[in-house]
């Protein structure tokens, strides 16, 4: 039975529903930072671990100081444990020590007249209970999630896996993309004295270019099958069982030498969605083989490029344990519209501005490998919808 085409945010949600994370590995954090996290970071003890105090000053009863002069009787030094603080008296204090016993507040130093080791606050400043004290617990509680799986780890996600005492994290496994280029017209990108009939593989380079060298990929493995079903079926096979996702590119479409439908059900595949109601890329195909994902692109470059982006991203991140399929999605605005209203969503390659203001770049359709060449990604324009925007803008490194 054909299969309808879809809008391409059902296509990537039909798709993505039906695969899960890859798997999970042990890492050093110092070695985590980007990585996607397996299990959730949660606080060994309260943060803080107890009271004390925001800034250099004194430790008081709030009370005592507004009533009048108070001696200085001693010191709280940071990483000691707490004293008492006495009756009618100040201790000294600095950001970070544990606050005495007794004390209900701490007094900036830049707030008091200090003279022969007694503190007065100066005229015109008062002093109120719990003021610039950090109360233990006040940031998170013992137990409480600070970072949530699923989740890639920054700078200041690592921070807090040091703070909690994770020496090492649980990281999901880091993926392997296959892609398979399919056409005989096609030589490698090295390749010279072409002539005119036959092109250098674009494709494979533009989606190593994509996903290679992400955190969460752990390789991309190029390879290239000429038009015959026999081949593109081994071809496939074998980077399947060595990939957890299979990218194909070309051969997709309705022409006599379009194996890619019938490669990916003969290998055992189930096709998810075959088109989507998008361009360029409309003949784009997602399925399933086991646990593994296979997304059979079109041939034509700028349709890798936009629907290699926007599909196959979510699916990547999916197999990867991101939380979310897609990273937040800036909205951007165009200097100015052109061109017709399609009735299918349609994206467009833009050059951003320093201020984020996108412009148009233009195409001469989605063979031509040049024009996009100066651009930073594409708009995501709705069907039947013209006009500067604001629209969701994809950079093409995801
Ligand atoms: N009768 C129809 N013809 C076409 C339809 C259709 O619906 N009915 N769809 C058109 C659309 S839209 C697209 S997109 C293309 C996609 O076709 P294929 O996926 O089968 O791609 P190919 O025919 O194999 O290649 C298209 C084009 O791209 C060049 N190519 C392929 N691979 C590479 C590569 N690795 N590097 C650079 N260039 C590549 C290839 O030489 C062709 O010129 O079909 C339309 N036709
Ligand atoms: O999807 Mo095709 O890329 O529109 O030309």
């Not at 039909?14 to 994370?21: E, F, G, H, I, S």
């Not at 361009?279 to 059979?296: D, S, Y």
């Not at 990867?320 to 467009?348: C, D, F, N, Y």
């Not at 050059?351 to 040049?370: E, P, T």
Request: with cysteine; proline share 8%; charged share 20%.
């Amino acid at each position: 039975m054909a299969l309808p085409p879809l809008e391409p945010a059902e296509a990537i949600q039909q798709l993505t529903q039906r695969l899960a994370p890859i798997g999970v590995e042990t890492v050093a954090t110092s070695a985590a930072a980007e990585r996607v996290l397996a299990d959730p970071i949660l606080l060994d003890r309260d943060s803080p671990a107890c009271d004390c105090s925001a800034m250099d000053g004194f430790a008081v009863r709030a009370a005592e100081l507004a009533a009048g002069a108070l001696p200085v009787v001693g010191e709280c030094r940071i990483g000691e444990p707490p004293g008492a603080l006495p009756a009618h008296a100040a201790m000294r204090i600095y950001t970070g020590s544990p606050l005495p016993r007794g004390a209900d507040a701490v007094i900036r130093l830049e707030r008091v007249d200090e003279a022969e080791r007694v503190i007065r606050l100066q005229a015109g400043t008062t002093v109120t209970t719990g003021e610039d004290l950090r109360r233990r617990a006040e940031n998170a509680a013992a137990g409480d999630v600070v970072v949530d799986r699923g989740v890639e780890l920054t700078a200041a996600s690592i921070a807090a896996a040091a703070t909690v005492g994770l020496g090492s994290l649980c990281v999901h496994r880091s993926l392997r993309l296959g892609v398979v280029t399919t056409g005989s017209e096609l030589e490698r990108p090295d390749a010279s004295d072409l002539p005119p009939w036959r092109l250098r593989d674009s494709n494979g380079p533009a989606l190593a270019a994509m996903f290679g060298g992400l955190p969460w990929i752990d390789s991309v493995e190029l390879q290239h099958a000429d038009d015959s079903l026999e081949e593109l079926t081994t071809v496939l096979a074998e980077s399947l069982q060595r990939n957890d996702a299979v990218v194909l590119t070309g051969g997709v479409s309705k022409g006599a030498y379009d194996y890619v439908p019938d490669a990916v059900r003969s290998i055992g595949g189930e096709v998810v969605f075959y088109r989507i109601r998008a361009r360029p890329g409309q003949p784009t195909l997602g399925a399933v083989a086991g646990e593994k994902a296979i997304v059979g692109l079109p041939g034509n470059p700028l349709a890798v490029l936009t629907a290699g982006r926007r599909v196959l991203t979510p699916v990547l991140r999916r197999l990867a344990g991101h939380a979310t399929i897609e990273s937040p999605t800036p909205q951007v605005t165009l200097e100015a519209w052109s061109g017709k209203t399609l009735p299918l969503t349609w994206w467009r390659p833009v050059r951003l501005n320093a201020q984020g203001v996108a412009s148009l770049a233009s195409l001469r359709g989605s063979g031509d490998v040049c024009g996009p060449a100066a651009t930073d990604g594409f708009i995501e324009v709705p069907a039947d919808t013209s006009g500067v925007g604001p629209y969701p803008y994809y950079a093409w490194r995801p």
